[in-house]
C-alpha cells in the first residue's frame, strides 16, 4: 500500500514538473509511433495533440510510418539525420539519442529549429520512448538582433570617432552621449514648461 502511495505522489509530481516546463514532452510507443501522452507545451510548439496525432499516423501503414514521421515532423534538411533512428526504434531498439540544433516542422508547416533528447522509459510498466523539445527558435532571433545592434553601434562609433576627433576612447563617447541626452531631455523640458505657462 505504501508503495502505492509513494508511485502516486511520483507521478503527481512528474506532472506538475511537465506542466511547468518550457520544454514540450511527449511520450510515444517507439514500434507504433502512436502518442501516449504530450504536455501543453508540445501541443503549443508543435500544434499536435495525441488525437489529432494518432489520427493522422493510425491511417499510415506500418511499414511507411517512420518515413511519413519523419517528411511531417522535420525539415528536409534534416530528415536525413532522424530517419535512420526512427527506424530502429520501430525494429524495438530502445537506444538515448540527443539531436542539436534540428530543423522541426509544426503541424501547419512552420518551421521552428529545436534540440530534441529522446530516451527510453517504462510507464506503468509500458516500455515507451519519452522525449523533451526545446524551442531554440527564439534564441536564434534573439542572438541575431543582437549581433545586428552591436553592428549598428559598431557604425555609429565609428562615424561619430570620424566626424569627432575630440572622442578617444569609448568612455569619452559613452559621456558624450549621456551629456547630449540630458541636454535633449532638458530642451524637452524647457519647451513643455513653456507650452504649459501660455
Do not use: C
Not at 516546463?21 to 495533440?49: C, H, P, R
Not at 557604425?155 to 563617447?173: Q, Y
Amino acid at each position: 500500500m505504501e508503495r502505492q502511495s509513494l508511485e502516486a505522489k511520483l507521478t503527481g509530481t512528474v506532472t506538475s514538473l511537465e506542466t511547468i516546463t518550457t520544454y514540450g514532452i511527449y511520450y510515444m510507443d517507439g514500434t507504433t509511433g502512436l502518442l501516449k501522452k504530450v504536455n501543453s507545451q508540445f501541443e503549443a510548439m508543435l500544434g499536435w495533440d495525441v488525437e489529432s496525432w494518432n489520427k493522422f499516423i493510425s491511417a499510415i501503414p506500418i511499414e511507411h510510418r517512420p518515413r511519413r514521421m519523419v517528411e511531417t515532423l522535420f525539415d528536409v534538411d534534416s530528415q536525413e539525420r532522424v530517419i535512420d533512428n526512427l527506424l530502429r526504434r520501430f525494429e524495438g531498439s530502445t537506444h538515448e539519442v540527443e539531436y542539436h540544433e534540428i530543423g522541426m516542422l509544426t503541424k501547419d508547416g512552420k518551421g521552428i529549429d529545436v534540440t530534441i533528447h529522446v530516451r527510453p522509459v517504462n510507464e506503468n510498466g509500458r516500455p515507451l520512448i519519452q522525449g523533451f523539445i526545446a524551442d531554440n527558435t527564439n534564441y536564434k532571433d534573439m542572438l541575431q538582433t543582437i549581433r545586428e545592434l552591436n553592428d549598428v553601434v559598431n557604425v555609429m562609433v565609428t562615424d561619430f570617432s570620424r566626424h569627432h576627433n575630440e572622442v578617444d576612447s569609448i568612455n569619452e563617447l559613452v559621456e558624450l552621449l549621456t551629456q547630449i541626452r540630458t541636454e535633449i531631455y532638458n530642451a524637452a523640458r524647457e519647451q513643455q514648461e513653456s507650452q504649459s505657462e501660455a
